[in-house]
T-cell receptor, first 113, second 119 residues
Framework: SAVISQKPSRDICQRGTSLTIQCQVD?????MFWYRQQPGQSLTLIAT?????????ESGFVIDKFPISRPNLTFSTLTVSNMSPEDSSIYLC??????????FGEGSRLTVL | AQKITQTQPGMFVQEKEAVTLDCTYD???????LFWYKQPSSGEMIFLIY??????QNATEGRYSLNFQKARKSANLVISASQLGDSAMYFC????????????????FGTGTQLKVEL
């Protein structure tokens, strides 16, 4: 199985600040994605992280709020900007392997006060 | 219509017993994939098992097996010999279309089933 490392694992942030989450994957991963899981909810795809170009965002998510970078094949960051309590969620990085299996990082549990 | 339906918000099972978690899906694509993930209280998503729409045999991974009934559009997860460590939230998910080229990279998740294993 692919190895995906994500940090921070959790953080408590103040309203109005921004937080960047990092994701490191091993070489088996061909594509990278970012998901959000709000409390008690299922997972929702935020965007596909494209190497060297702008991420592809899903409906309801915008670059200004969730800027994403992927400077190389194995690393990506998601920033949650100008946070509000509604942004309190688990944010998960994921990667798809050459055989089509999707693995997740450990998740970043974010609480905004 | 919901693409992935998990009708059991919560399930209880005795240790060492088998348990089936239900999942039905809705798609008009011929090529798709079905996934099951386990999410403990720590929040990580652990990949359990995968079934491709063209796979003729049911997928198995250790104590996990996927009961794939294509005509009924169901992909139930069977956990044999339940252990206390199996207590977690379980999510069924679907990827539609050919992956990489046909947009089949996104997963749609069900609402999950909370499983509790009792002594």
């Amino acid at each position: 199985s692919a190895v995906i490392s994500q940090k921070p694992s959790r953080d408590i942030c103040q309203r109005g600040t921004s937080l960047t989450i990092q994701c490191q994957v091993d070489s088996q991963v061909t594509m990278m994605f970012w998901y959000r899981q709000q409390p008690g909810q299922s997972l929702t795809l935020i965007a596909t992280a494209n190497q060297g170009s702008e991420a592809t965002y899903e409906s309801g998510f915008v670059i200004d709020k969730f800027p994403i970078s992927r400077p190389n094949l194995t690393f990506s960051t998601l920033t949650v900007s100008n946070m509000s309590p509604e942004d309190s969620s688990i944010y998960l990085c994921s990667g798809i392997t050459g055989t089509g299996e999707l693995f997740f990082g450990e998740g970043s549990r974010l609480t905004v006060l | 219509a919901q693409k992935i339906t998990q009708t059991q918000p919560g399930m209880f099972v005795q240790e060492k017993e088998a348990v089936t978690l239900d999942c039905t899906y809705d798609t008009s694509d011929q090529s798709y994939g079905l996934f099951w993930y386990k999410q403990p209280s720590s929040g990580e998503m652990i990949f359990l098992i995968y079934q491709g729409s063209y796979d003729e045999q049911n997928a198995t991974e250790g104590r996990y097996s996927l009961n794939f009934q294509k005509a009924r559009k169901s992909a139930n997860l069977v956990i044999s010999a339940s252990q206390l460590g199996d207590s977690a939230m379980y999510f069924c998910a679907m990827r539609e279309g050919q992956w990489l080229t046909g947009g089949g990279n996104k997963l749609t998740f069900g609402t999950g089933t909370q499983l509790k294993v009792e002594l």
